[in-house]
């Protein structure tokens, strides 16, 4: 059914009966017309008239009506070609700029909607239809909306439901086009934004689901780019998340231990600071933060704050010998070598447990890679402590992971294999402790059956073939493991 302009004037102007019309096309058309033309002569009028509300109050009504009937497009993925050469993705990223909220919501829903995952598996080649939001500055657009709902004098449910449709935009484009990552990432102000939304202390609800939201928007952004971790490093962004960690331990319950969204929270700020440490320099930022000292503390907890620190500090002394050295020197091994013997881990669920053992054969074996001298004395020693218990411990550690599959598993395989083989060799090490360190590998040499040994050194050999294709020959690193297979 096909429609004079003069009777789709008619139709726009009557909204409630639009719902029954079909859309297509034409209708398009001749929306898009329309709030293309209004759009400029309020902008024009705004200039013009400026605090006179009155002179284009009409106008951004008419214009406010035409962007709600065309949320309808939203059920019509047949016409995104139609849109597209229409140019309404450049009225609708035109939009964002304009000065009342409301209007700009309007567009920021629609674009919402039709960058929804369902929506764009009904349209040819969504890859590009995304990219034509992002040649309009997208992004920085969306970022420049989340500041500008911060400073709205009057703020109501509105405005929370806004930011939320804007981090569902965000969203949208992290879900399904790779390249986001780093181009949101280039926007500084969204790291400014969402740290400052994390650290809002609110008891609204709804507030909070927005805290939850950018929460997990800032965690993609630091898991999935290096780049992005460097910028967040010139935010100062670190520290900030320290400390929203420390102050929801001090006032943590164990009435809060059954809030799921506040859990959620915690966990993906933890991950936040864990990704954030993959760049070396926000390790040191770490470190200076004093964060070695107070997650040693804070692994004494007996809640959900023992395994968090525990996963923190696992990454604060990954590949680091500064940080290795400074969690020796603030008492961390009597800590570790405990949670190593399985004390402090039983009271917690088998996955939270066996985790926990992941991250602290980690950690040992990156004592054992990165420290030396007295440092790596201190770690060894821990090894002929109480009739060698703990080397015996370690040969079931390697027992339990031997046979298991799992890509996380076989990962683990790897730190066991540095710390037996290299527990092995110190019988090499002519010093004072000869005695002792014969013993631990001769317990050791005793324990493993010649495969189970030859099996650590194919590990061994693995990780020496990844480090050889990044072209570090010549590091340190590689000629502590060649030794460890000789």
Not at 164 to 188: T, V
Not at 252 to 268: G, P, Q, R, V
Not at 460 to 473: D, F, L, T
Request: hydrophobic share 35%.
């Amino acid at each position: 059914m096909s429609y004079t302009k003069d009777q789709i004037d008619n139709l726009l102007n009557e909204t409630e009966n639009f719902q029954y019309v079909e859309f297509n096309k034409t209708i398009l058309k001749e929306l898009l017309t329309n709030i293309s033309s209004n759009l400029e002569k309020d902008l024009e009028n705004r200039k013009l008239y400026k605090t006179n509300y009155e002179k284009y109050i009409s106008i951004e009504e008419q214009l406010n009506d035409d962007l709600s009937i065309l949320q309808r497009l939203a059920a019509y993925p047949k016409l995104i070609l139609d849109f597209i050469e229409l140019n309404g993705v450049e009225i609708l990223c035109k939009i964002l700029n304009h000065p009342n909220i409301d209007i700009v919501n309007r567009s920021i829903n629609l674009i919402q909607e039709i960058t929804e995952g369902d929506f764009l598996n009904e349209i040819e080649d969504p890859k590009s239809f995304l990219e034509l939001f992002l040649n309009n500055n997208l992004f920085e657009l969306l970022v420049d909306n989340l500041f500008k709902i911060e400073n709205e004098i009057s703020k109501n449910e509105d405005c929370i439901q806004y930011k939320s449709d804007i981090l569902s935009i965000i969203e949208n484009y992290l879900d399904i086009y790779s390249l986001s990552y780093e181009l949101l990432g280039k926007q500084n102000k969204i790291f400014k934004w969402l740290l400052l939304t994390i650290k809002n202390d609110t008891n609204d609800i709804k507030e909070i689901e927005i805290k939850l939201f950018a929460s997990e928007i800032l965690n993609q952004l630091l898991q999935n780019s290096d780049k992005n971790r460097i910028i967040f490093f010139k935010e100062e962004g670190l520290p900030i998340l320290i400390n929203i960690i420390l102050v929801e331990k001090n006032n943590f319950t164990d009435e809060k231990k059954n809030d799921s969204k506040l859990i959620e929270f915690i966990n993906n700020i933890v991950d936040s600071i864990c990704s954030a440490m993959l760049e070396e320099k926000n390790q040191e930022i770490f470190n200076k933060s004093d964060g070695i000292n107070l997650f040693i503390e804070s692994m004494k907890e007996n809640n959900i704050f023992r395994h968090l620190s525990l996963k923190i500090l696992t990454y604060s002394l990954l590949n680091n010998k500064e940080n290795c050295i400074k969690f020796i020197e603030n008492n961390g091994l009597s800590l570790i070598f405990s949670y190593y013997m399985g004390k402090g881990l039983k009271k917690f669920d088998n996955k939270k447990i066996k985790k926990g053992e992941e991250n602290v054969l980690e950690i040992i074996s990156n004592l054992i890679q990165f420290c030396n001298g007295i440092y790596l004395e201190r770690v060894i020693n821990k090894f002929a402590e109480n009739k060698y218990e703990k080397v015996k411990r370690l040969v079931n550690y390697y027992i339990e992971y031997y046979n298991d599959d799992d890509e996380e598993q076989r990962y683990i395989v790897q730190q066991l294999s540095i710390i037996t083989l290299y527990l092995i060799h110190i019988k090499d090490n002519k010093n004072q402790n000869l005695i002792k360190y014969n013993k631990i590998s001769d317990k050791l040499i005793l324990r493993l059956s010649n495969e189970k040994i030859e099996n650590m050194k194919s590990n061994i050999s693995k990780i020496i073939e990844e480090n050889e294709k990044e072209n570090e020959e010549g590091s340190d690193y590689l000629h502590f493991l060649k030794n460890l297979i000789l």
